[in-house]
Each structure stands twice: as C-alpha cells, then as structure tokens.
C-alpha cells in the first residue's frame, strides 16, 4: 500500500520560509525538522508515513548532497548529479502513489518543514519560495519525484535519465499536454538519444534538436491520440520526427562540429 505523507496549507509554509528565509544553509539544519507546525493527512488512500520514515528519508538526502558539497559548495555538475540522484532516492523511498505527488501541499511539508536545508544549498538560498512551498514546476523536491515518475523506465536500470540536460529535461516535463503519458516521454527521450548516437555532429547543437521535435509533436497531438497508441508505434513517431528535427537543425545556421 502507498504511502500517505504529512500536508501544510499555504499559510503555514509561508511562515516557515519568513522564519528562515534569510538564514544560512547550516542555521537551517539545526531547525530540521521545522517545529511549531500543525500538518494534516489525507484520510484514505494508504497508510500515513511515520516520523521515522519521514527522518531517515532527510538522512539520505542529506547524506547524498554532503557527498556532492552540501553544505559549501555548489559547482554546478555536483548539482546537476545531485537533481539525477535525488530524484531516483525519493522516488525509491517515499513509496507515495502519482496521486499523492499530485497535492502541493505534500511537497510543501516535506520541502519546508523536512528538506528546507538541502533546497537553499541547492538554489543559493530560499529567497525564490516556489523553491519550498509545492509549486508544480519550480518546488525542489516534487520537480524531482515527477522527472523520476514519468522519464525513468521502471523496467530498466536507472540511468541518470540517460544523459539529458536541465534545459532538455524542462523541454519535456514542463509540456503536459504531450508527456502526460509517461510512455510517450521516455519514447522522446529514447528517440533523443538515439538521434544523437545516430549523428554525433548534432551535439553541439541537441536543445535546438530537442526544441524542434518537441514543436513538431505538439503539432501533430491535435490529429494523433498518443494514449491509445502502442509503445512500438510511438517509438517509430518519435524516430520520425527526431530525424526531422536533425535535418532541420542540421541545415540552420546553428554552428555544428566540422567533419
């Protein structure tokens, strides 16, 4: 059975962000997790995680980011290494279900009252509260559980999400309207990788690639029910419209690698 996990309403989160928005990453350690707070269940749909779960799950995230520079240090591959692995940790441990990753207020009480630490060493701070506080795209830790749900094949070993950059990711997990079937985002991501195996040249280039073929998928969505198409047959799309997008590419002004 799924796990249920504590919730704070906006108004409480707010005032946990006021108490340490201007404070050090190692001043808000010391008050993880926060206290003086009041959150909630959701009263059905499996069992409420208990606080030994919800600390041991802070331990190995904290542990995986001490590995990476928490809480000093923030060259900019440790964070990127970080954002891969901490997605596939929380994913493994928090056993919570798609629909309970769907409530802001889940990710805002494990953001802020329990992991508030880690996301201001992974920002430079918390002064950008979307940081902490559930938002759909831009909280901390719920932008990594969902790039864990719909990118990773469960079926596969866990890759790091094959390779992708921030900005290849974002161009994938902030278009729902084509990845909300996780089938057809990992058959973009699949096709991505393939097309640059296929044709080293385009690396310099691969956000254009990915840019462009996302814009010819979301064109074709109007005509094309992805959902009730199988995975072959998504993956023979995808493949298409990856070589498209690289001839395009490929024949733009973008600067690639000389022969």
């Not at 008050?31 to 802070?58: K, N």
């Not at 094949?153 to 996780?182: C, H, K, S, Y």
């Not at 998504?234 to 024949?251: F, K, P, T």
Request: proline letters at 6%.
């Amino acid at each position: 059975m799924s796990a249920l996990l504590p919730r704070l309403g906006r108004p409480e989160v707010d005032a946990l962000l006021e108490r340490f928005v201007d404070l050090g990453v190692e001043e808000i350690a010391l008050e993880m997790p926060a206290r003086g707070t009041a959150p909630i269940y959701a009263p059905v749909g499996g069992v409420r995680a208990t606080l030994q779960q919800l600390l041991e799950v802070r331990e190995h995230v904290v542990a995986l980011a001490s590995e990476l520079g928490y809480p000093r240090s923030r060259e900019q591959a440790s964070l990127h290494a970080f954002d891969s692995d901490c997605a596939y940790l929380l994913h493994q441990e928090l056993g919570i279900s798609p629909h309970e990753a769907g409530h802001r207020e889940v990710w805002a009480c494990l953001t802020a009252a329990y992991l508030l630490d880690v996301a201001a060493w992974r920002w430079g701070g918390i002064s950008d509260r979307n940081r902490a506080n559930g938002d759909i795209n831009r909280d901390t830790f719920r932008r990594l559980w969902w790039r864990a749900e719909v990118l990773h094949d469960p079926a596969q070993p866990w890759d790091g999400f094959g390779g992708l950059g921030e900005d290849e990711i974002v161009a994938i997990m902030e278009r729902p309207g084509v990845t909300g079937n996780p089938e057809v985002a990992r058959a973009i991501v699949r096709g991505f990788r393939a097309r640059l195996a296929e044709d080293p040249k385009l690396a310099p280039a691969r956000m254009h690639l990915m840019r462009d073929a996302m814009k010819r998928l979301t064109r074709l969505t109007p005509f094309l029910i992805l959902d009730v198409v199988g995975r072959s047959e998504i993956d023979r799309i995808v493949e298409s419209l990856m070589q498209e997008a690289g001839n395009a590419v490929g024949h733009s002004r973008i600067p690639l690698e000389s022969g």
